[in-house]
Each structure stands twice: as C-alpha cells, then as structure tokens.
C-alpha cells in the first residue's frame, strides 16, 4: 500500500500517560499533516510539516509535540494525557506546500482513549 | 475569522431523491473549498474541489461567492452515498473543516 499508514490503530492508555502515534507518508511527499478528530471538536488541524520541517501550527496543546524524520515519517506524542484527549488522530500528506489545487491524503487514523 | 458551517448533522433521504448538502464558509481572500467523504470504516478521501469543476460520483458543487457556500449537490442519491461528508477550506497550509454531515440513503 503506497498510500499514508498510520500505526497503531488503536491504543488504549490511562491519563497522566505518554504515548507516540506514528504516520508515513505517501512515497514522494514532502508534507505531513496532523488533525484531531473529537465528538464535541470536529475535525481539528495540529500541526503540518514539510521536508523535516515545522510549517504551521493549529491548536495544538503544548502537552503534543511532533516532528518529522529524515526518511519522512512524523511522530506525534501527547504526554500528561486526559480523558479529554480521546480521539482519533488523522495523519496526511500532501506532495508539497501551500500550493493551490495541492491534495491531501488521510491516513486510516489511529483511535486514542484515554481512561 | 476562518471559518466553514455545515448546518445539518443528518440528512436522510430516499434513494432516487436529489441531495444537496450544505456549507457555507466565512474566509478573508480568495478561498479554495474541498468535499471530503468518509465511508464506514474507510479513510477520509477527497470527493471534489472547487477550482476542478468536475462531476465525481455524480455530485457537484458550485462555488458560489455571493452567498459564501459551496453547497455538494447529487439528483439522484444511491444507498452507496451513504457516508460522512466534510466541507473544507484551504488556510494556507491547513484544512478547517465544517463538523460535517451525515448522509443516510434509504431503499
């Protein structure tokens, strides 16, 4: 499958927990993306990075970070979680940058509950 | 501010029934808008974007700059358009989505 993959698929943590999603691109793109997607929330954007680079940042508390490695992947880690940090968590990616007409593809997202 | 609006939570309609699917958004510039949809227990995948004009599965839209909408439309709906479906507005690098709706095609 060339397209974004997303592991784990599900995780299932206590608060106060640290854990780390992980996301690959699709092969040849530069961007990757990180959304929330909470019943109360929608659809939220986190945090985009471009080529190892942070490019924008959207509501993203300062208990996640993320970066992207040299081969591309990103890593996305939420520490001192909540209750209110179950969700589910969409990785994209996108061939390059504020380009018009420059598609996104999601991954199949990973499924955080915190209990 | 940026800001996409998807009024129905749910919308059920028969199959062979028109559908129209509301969005309107709210951008200071010239906004580039995208229907995303999400089957059951499949990834959100793009539908359609504005600036392509095309017809995909049957639906269209029309960006519409007066009223600020960009409304997914389908004459027909079959039980297969029975999904998740999300407005979204291109801010630079992000999507802000609308909180999407729901669509249920009966037989």
């Known amino acids: 499958d060339s397209g974004v993959t997303q592991t784990p698929k599900h995780l299932i943590t206590a608060t106060g927990q640290r854990v780390t999603l992980r996301c690959s691109p699709r092969s040849g793109d530069l961007s990757v993306y990180w959304y929330q997607q909470s019943l109360d929330q929608g659809l939220q954007f986190l945090i985009q990075y471009y080529n190892g680079e942070e490019r924008a940042k959207g509501n993203i508390l300062e208990r996640f970070s993320a970066q992207q490695f040299p081969d591309l992947h990103s890593e996305l880690n939420l520490s001192s979680l909540e209750l209110g940090d179950s969700a589910l968590y969409f990785c994209?990616?996108?061939?390059?940058?504020?380009?018009?007409?420059?598609?996104?593809?999601f991954g199949p997202g990973t499924r955080l509950t915190v209990l | 501010a940026q800001r996409v609006t998807q009024p129905e939570k749910l919308l059920s309609v028969f199959k062979g029934a028109p559908v129209e699917l509301k969005c309107n958004y709210s951008y200071s510039g010239s906004p580039e808008l995208f229907w995303y949809v999400q089957y059951s227990r499949q990834r959100l995948q793009l539908l359609l974007r504005?600036?392509s004009r095309e017809s995909i599965k049957g639906f269209t839209a029309d960006l519409n700059k007066g009223e600020t909408s960009f409304h997914l439309k389908k004459p027909f709906a079959q039980e297969e358009d029975s999904a998740m479906y999300y407005c979204?507005?291109?801010?630079?690098?992000?999507?802000?989505f609308g909180t999407g709706t729901r669509l249920q095609v009966f037989p």
């Open positions: 994209a990616s996108s061939a390059t940058s504020s380009r018009t007409g420059n598609e996104q593809f």
């Open positions: 979204a507005l291109r801010d630079t690098d992000k999507l802000i």
């Open positions: 504005h600036i």
